[in-house]
């Protein structure tokens, strides 16, 4: 820690990190990123408004957006952007934040209407702090999860506080403290820092990417460098910075033998074996996407990848022990070669089988014969493969297979109920130097770049519609990730400002 | 109806089917077979009461029996039978039904002690109304079902009134109101009859056997014909007289891929391409079992299928329209040829996959790895087959295709959860004459001799147990259920008693 402690010395960061070691117990014992904690029933609106709060209370402007579902694109265009819908005034822009009072907080939610999540739009909170021209603007995304932490089968979420938290709120609390350290230290962040805030559940991601583009003149007009942060992925060598992440594809097959839609599960005893079983047909289809060694069957889908393409030597293979023992299997795949488990962790395409949704679920042993069964998996892509592709060629393969191989006369609707574009980033850009200087200065060491596994919906996204590059910082928050989050906001401000 | 008049005029059964006319509706209001309902807490046992308290006031004798579960088969012979459980005192042999009042129903379940269904043991009950040596003795069975009836992927099972009906009670309530009608209209039965009744959930059927097997020579020394009902099925001819069912084996398939049981699962974004994912050998393994026109693929399992047997003509071949629109299916197997539907029906075995078990079943779509996956399936047997051998034959083949085939470091696991011997009685029993004349009694027509696709532990456990034969009733009680039991019993009372 603090090896390289020239970096900090007489710098703003370490009165920042003095601070933050302080704090670091109370920042533990805040609950949740919408203070007061906002009950689940509030939907999207009611939590991106108290976030709203939070922020205004740090001295941002803000602008609590309504943004439309489904295919819209073409008259989005005409729809105002930051339709507010908060009563409150617009903060006036280029307010200097640090002069403003930090708001002591109070429970203020309670008072606003509730507004629910509806099938016909989602919310968007964009968020500002300071305007100084001769400052670089750093654009933050957060993705604060509407869905409760104690979901048993989703482990991949840092626990700030895994008893107190009520959202996912990893990607945004950490930044807020970070904020409020500067502010309580009475120093200038050393960027114009921007906030673009987004509650997973229900949003139209689609209408985000338009509303951002139609926006780019404006809220996204000065935004030289944007950021995200992911959890820590164990196994991955750590400390790192990602320049890429992989994007997604995910697909429902239903099987239907029944021609009416409400109609019940048939008896195995009363009609086994003169049924085409829609659950036979969905395992022949299910069993024909991916062989025992993970490679994906469906003919085209490899064409995309890009050919010979493989990890920089700067990318660090994975620690086969730590990967192992994370997951407690006894063996990984690819003959545990620490090299191709790095390949297919984040340069190859992957598939997994999620679930089978549609037979009985519950506890004992039902004889049923369920007449609509649906397959879920998604897919995994890497650079040069688009997801429209990816689902056009799966949607082919399955419905051939069904038709051609299967032979059964029940009806099949495969559907890509959800995507992401990969995103990767040219590991040359400085932007990446400055992340890993940022991460150094706080655990020492040096710093690889990597890509990952995961997908971020927003990361293609920003890619699109800034002109700028954008890192994630994966952050143990129990290694210092709000020091590493203060020292990049410093670095960055050290970057040469004139891009234009 | 009533085609046949001959048959009553001037017998018991005019007298009984015009208070079963007059008292249907009535039938129809009550509500459970132990009356007053049993809330699901009483369990096994307190149901059971119930039942032989409604027994009681018919005037039987009763014994609820305790039987033990699992593998005690060696050291049940030196528990007593008929250990009696209520405190109440076994009503001696020999009474007369006809002459004993029928007591009022009244809320007499609430004051005994509550007994719930222990992990240890199950319970029995045995009945009897009648000692008459000039008489044959009927034994008939009924499984009363402690799951309710408004479990919608089951819809096997007729209502009587499905609003109020709390527990499925259709094969014991109908014989009750039978013996009622018989005593309103003071008419001695025209036979001796027991009851043997079992509660489905919880109950240690090889314990069942057992304690039958060695009370042989006392509640089972004098019986002679045995019955139980099931529902009417659909698409098969009705009217009918069941003389075989099919055998069950219920088998669960597990597959773990992390050694410590207790591991949630992974992220397919953090992980996905480097595990072999236990999903994947399920849906392999599962693929693996029957082929696209139902064939079984385990080897051995269909060596034991009697060669070349084949419905006799007098089974009727299944209504194919009946059956695709009760199932709401475009499309049946086999060609739709009812002479083929009929022998996959009840004379093949057949096999289903009724659910994936340990992925997340809820809303949405999540992206984790499951790292413990079971799936469920059965298999139907004809006779020849044996539960033990094609356990045995599937254990083998699941773990060979798992280990040589698909080649996964994955850990699995077969298990056989239950199952049932198929039964099969010989057509040309007088017993089934008579019951053949008593469904053409009431609703005309030819009943047809058939065997059944369903399955049920009891039937091939009494074959065994008694040295009589067994018929099953498939009953619609809108069309005169009720009726055909009273004329079955008055019909196998003129069966020849010279059998000794």
Not at 315 to 343: C, G, I, N, Q
Not at 438 to 459: D, F, N, Q
Request: include cysteine; aromatic fraction near 6%.
């Amino acid at each position: 820690m603090y090896e390289d402690k020239a970096r900090t010395e007489g710098s703003t960061l370490k009165e920042v990190f003095g601070y933050l070691d302080a704090h670091l117990k109370l920042v533990n014992s805040r609950e949740d990123v919408s203070s007061p904690p906002s009950p689940r029933g509030f939907g999207q609106g009611g939590v991106l408004r108290g976030v709203e709060e939070r922020l205004k209370r740090l001295g941002a402007c803000t602008e609590l957006c309504v943004v439309p579902f489904g295919q819209v694109l073409s008259s989005l265009s005409v729809v105002p952007v930051g339709q507010v819908l908060s009563s409150l005034p617009v903060v006036p822009a280029g307010q200097v934040l640090s002069s403003l009072p930090v708001v002591p907080a109070g429970p203020v939610l309670s008072s606003l209407p509730v507004v629910s999540v509806g099938q016909t739009y989602s919310h968007l909170l964009l968020a500002g702090l300071g305007e100084d021209p001769g400052k670089v603007t750093v654009l933050v995304h957060s993705d604060v999860d509407l869905q409760p932490t104690n979901r048993k089968d989703v482990h991949s979420h840092v626990d700030l506080q895994s008893t107190k938290r009520k959202y996912d709120d990893v990607s945004l609390l950490p930044w807020l403290h970070v904020v409020e350290a500067f502010q309580a230290v009475k120093q200038p962040l050393p960027i114009n820092l921007k906030f673009l805030v987004t509650a997973a559940e229900g949003t139209a991601w689609e209408g985000v990417e338009q509303c951002l583009l139609t926006s780019k003149k404006r809220f996204l007009s000065d935004v030289r460098y944007s950021c995200i942060t992911l959890d820590r992925s164990p196994g991955t060598r750590f400390p790192s910075v990602i320049y890429g992440l992989r994007g997604l594809c995910y697909f429902t097959v239903e099987v239907t033998g029944a021609d009416d839609p409400s109609h019940s599960d048939a008896h195995s005893g009363v009609y086994g074996g003169v049924l085409y079983e829609p659950m036979g047909d969905l395992l022949f289809l299910l069993n024909c996407l991916v062989d025992e060694r993970g490679k994906i069957l469906v003919p085209g889908v490899l064409d995309d990848v890009v050919r010979g393409e493989e990890p920089p030597s700067r990318d660090a293979e994975p620690d086969v022990e730590e990967l192992r023992s994370t997951l407690a299997v006894s063996r990984l795949a690819h003959k545990e070669d620490s090299r191709r488990l790095l390949l297919h962790l984040a340069w190859l395409p992957s598939l997994t089988v999620h679930a089978v949704e549609g037979a009985w679920s519950g506890p004992g042993a039902r004889t049923t014969v369920p007449l609509r069964v649906k397959g879920h998996f998604s897919v995994r892509l890497v650079p040069d493969q688009t997801p429209d592709k990816v689902c056009l060629r799966f949607t082919e393969y399955l419905n051939k297979v069904h038709r051609h191989f299967r032979r059964s006369p029940n009806a099949i609707r495969v559907e890509l109920t959800s995507s992401a574009r990969p995103w990767v980033q040219d590991p040359d850009d400085p932007h990446l130097g400055a992340a890993q200087r940022a991460v150094r200065t706080v655990l020492g060491g040096s710093p690889i770049l990597t890509r990952g596994g995961g997908s971020s919906k927003m990361a293609a996204v920003l890619q699109r519609v800034t002109v700028g590059s954008l890192v994630a910082l994966p952050l143990d928050l129990n290694m210092g990730g709000l020091k590493v989050l203060a020292a990049y906001l410093h670095e960055v401000g050290q970057l040469d400002t004139n891009w234009h």
